[in-house]
C-alpha cells in the first residue's frame, strides 16, 4: 500500500452529527500508523444526550474550553488529511458528522471515504458481527479504550492495515 490514508473517529455528545466532542486521526503510510492527533472539541449545544455520554464519558464540562470544530478542522485537513481518502468503521456516521459540522460552520469538503465495516462484511464473513471490538478480535488487534476517538482511529487503521496485507489483491483490485 503505497497510498496515504487516515482513519478517522468522532464522538458526539448528542443524537446531532454537529455536537463532535472529540476527535481521533491516525494517519496511515506505507502499510503503517505514522502520526496521530487527538482533541476534545467544544460543540456548538450545551445539550448531553445521557447514552451518547454515557458510551464516551465525556460531558459538556470535560469540553467547554476545548476549540470548536470550526478552530481546528482547517489545521487537520491541511496538516494530517491533506487530500487523503477517510478511513472509518461505520463511515456513514464520521462522513455525517463532517457534513454536519461543516454545514454548521460554513465551510465545504469533499472527501473520498472508505468503509472498514463494509471491507470486514466483505472479507469476514464468518464473524458474528462487524462491530469494531469484533473486528478487531478478530484480526488480533487489542483495542484498548473503545469510544476514545484517538483509540477507535487506530484500531480502525490497524484494521485496515491488516485487511491490506491479508486481502491485498481484493482491496487494491
Request: glycine residues 4%; positive net charge.
Amino acid at each position: 500500500m503505497k497510498r496515504r490514508y487516515v482513519a478517522i473517529d468522532f464522538e458526539t455528545m448528542d443524537t446531532w452529527r454537529a455536537t463532535v466532542c472529540s476527535i481521533g486521526i491516525a494517519v496511515i503510510k506505507d502499510n503503517k500508523i505514522t502520526d496521530t492527533f487527538y482533541s476534545l472539541i467544544c460543540p456548538p449545544s450545551k445539550d448531553e444526550n445521557y447514552y451518547c455520554c454515557k458510551v464516551h464519558g465525556l460531558s459538556y464540562k470535560d469540553v467547554k474550553n476545548s476549540p470548536s470544530f470550526q478552530e481546528i478542522w482547517e489545521m487537520i485537513d491541511k496538516k494530517y488529511i491533506k487530500g487523503s481518502p477517510l478511513i472509518a468503521h461505520n463511515v456513514g456516521f464520521e462522513k455525517s458528522c463532517i457534513n454536519e459540522c461543516n454545514s454548521e460552520f460554513g465551510t465545504n469538503n469533499k472527501y473520498e471515504y472508505v468503509d472498514t465495516l463494509k471491507l470486514g462484511r466483505r472479507l469476514l464473513t464468518e464473524l458474528p458481527n462487524h462491530q469494531l471490538d469484533t473486528v478487531c478480535e478478530a484480526l488480533g488487534y487489542h483495542l484498548k479504550n473503545h469510544h476514545n476517538a484517538l483509540d477507535d482511529a487506530m484500531a480502525c487503521a490497524e484494521i485496515f492495515i491488516r485487511l491490506n496485507k491479508k486481502y491485498r489483491k481484493v482491496l487494491n483490485g
